[in-house]
């Protein structure tokens, strides 16, 4: 549970450029590694010299990138982009070859001659949710994201003929190749076995260990998921709305390159396995004064929410299904929001209830669960960039608290087991199905977004995920000689 207690000897890790270049100097780092993401998320960089970096460099920024090549960004036209980077996120990279010692940071996107920030640069628009967060009234918002991802021994697939496809997954773990001294991991039943069946204990440990003592990402627990063919989930501890999106792109850096380390492979990818579990990530969040929490009400006997809390929510579901194109930015991510998996597929809030899309979770009652309060979303997968991700979910619950949106009543029963005449009298939706059918509702539904996603933003994020969907629709599957072929 990323948001109930505060470890011990957590010290906040922030630096200026002075101490950056200074630690650059007694280090004997060699390279700086500068990092950022595409639209869709997926992580970027540009490697400089350490005699390239000084103090001026955080100020002027440096100009290594071609935006007219970065997906989402640019045209050829006009394309000369900075990169400044964010000295609170300098930390020297743990593995790779050490004769040429490197660190990174994470950087914001600026346009070149000082025409100032980049509209569609992923970390600007969690910066301006930040903002919006502050102008409403609150000084911080909390998150907590609980990322799950799978770690396979191969990978392969083949899509380059027009006249067949393939993919193939291999696992120690799993229920049809378990080998060696490992027992099989059957399909559903991969929560929190112990080695010698959890094969990955040790991977995972590792992981951890990097993300805190390398990068200052703090966690709080790791464990198996429960799919088989080695799921994990590393729980990593509450932060502010920018450093956490930070510690997220951190944590699938780190979770793919300690697996290529071990010659294994992980993937965020939502849904690689037909039949089990997908991965998931609840995102949990909170907004704060000062030191208190705004969703605590120790007089609210449902689950001691307050009445701020419940319009953040109301916002939550008002948006939900114009939020998944953000949250749930994939062809696959479809395959997730099915029924019986264990992922939301209708719009409903409850407390402790995990058939719904948004729940308050109650590990603690009274006092004692006044950090704890959060609203816990559970749409969202691994495959979302978590800057836009986060923004967007701050975003839907802002509107909900300025238009004092009524979530209405919670669902207290198993959602997937209700009948859909008992739905529609409860008043729960279905998220989308698809993610045109997403697209569609965030065409219909964004002014939610505006002024802190830019209208290019929104309309870029709408044309790759449309190219995306299309790409995949044009093309036959083996499934489909399956059910077709003889028709």
């Not at 950056?20 to 998320?41: H, M, N, W, Y």
């Not at 939502?270 to 004064?289: C, E, T």
């Not at 933003?457 to 995306?468: R, V």
Request: aromatic share 12%; net charge negative.
């Amino acid at each position: 549970m990323p948001f109930d207690k505060t470890p011990k000897g957590l010290v906040p890790r922030k630096r200026t450029p002075k101490q950056v270049v200074d630690e650059v100097a007694s280090k004997g780092i060699r390279f700086i590694d500068l990092q950022f993401t595409d639209v869709p998320g997926r992580s970027q960089h540009v490697t400089i010299p350490y005699n390239m970096l000084d103090v001026e460099t955080f100020k002027e920024g440096v100009p290594k990138l071609d935006g007219s090549s970065i997906k989402g960004f640019a045209y050829i036209f006009d394309s000369d982009m900075l990169l400044l980077p964010d000295p609170s996120t300098f930390a020297v990279i743990p593995w790779g070859d050490q004769r040429f010692p490197t660190a990174r940071m994470i950087c914001d996107v600026h346009w070149g001659y000082e025409k100032g920030r980049f509209s569609r640069d992923p970390r600007y628009v969690a910066q301006k949710a930040e903002a919006a967060v502050r102008a409403a009234g609150f000084t911080e918002s909390y998150w907590g994201p609980e990322m799950e991802f799978f770690v396979f021994d191969s990978v392969t697939w083949d899509i380059a003929s027009p006249f067949g496809s393939s993919h193939k997954i291999t696992s120690i773990e799993s229920a049809h190749e378990a080998r060696g001294t490992n027992f099989p991991i059957r399909f559903k039943e991969g929560y929190y076995p112990t080695p010698p069946s959890d094969t990955l204990q040790d991977y995972r440990s590792e992981v951890a260990y990097h993300l805190d003592e390398s990068f200052g990402v703090i966690n709080d627990a790791h464990h198996h998921e429960v799919a088989t063919a080695g799921q994990c989930e590393i729980n990593l501890y509450r932060d502010t709305l920018t450093p956490g999106a930070d510690s997220i792109l951190t944590y699938k850096y780190v979770i793919k390159n300690v697996a290529a380390n071990r010659g294994l492979i992980a993937t965020v990818m939502p849904k690689p396995i037909f039949g089990d579990n997908a991965s998931g990530m609840h995102v949990s969040s909170s907004l704060w004064k000062g030191d208190r929490n705004s969703f605590y009400d120790e007089s609210d006997e449902y689950a001691n929410l307050s009445q701020i809390g419940r319009y953040y929510i109301g916002g939550l579901l008002e948006h939900s299904r114009a939020i998944c194109a953000i949250t749930n930015p994939t062809t696959n991510s479809y395959r997730r929001l099915v029924p019986g998996y264990e992922a939301p597929v209708f719009v409903a809030w409850s407390r402790g209830n995990r058939s719904a899309n948004i729940r308050i979770p109650l590990h603690y009652k009274g006092k004692s669960g006044m950090k704890g309060k959060r609203a816990e979303f559970r749409t969202p997968d691994p495959s979302a960039n978590t800057y836009l991700a986060f923004a967007a979910i701050v975003s839907a619950g802002l509107d909900g608290i300025k238009k004092k949106i009524d979530p209405g009543d919670p669902v207290n029963e198993d959602i997937y087991e209700l009948t859909p005449q008992k739905r529609k009298q409860l008043g729960v939706r279905e998220l989308p199905r698809s993610l045109m059918e997403s697209i569609d509702s965030l065409k219909s539904d964004s002014s939610f977004l505006k002024g802190v996603f830019s209208d290019d933003l929104i309309d870029t994020i709408i044309d790759l995920e449309t190219q995306n969907y299309n790409a995949v629709a044009a093309r036959p599957t083996p499934y489909e000689f399956y059910l077709y072929f003889d028709i």
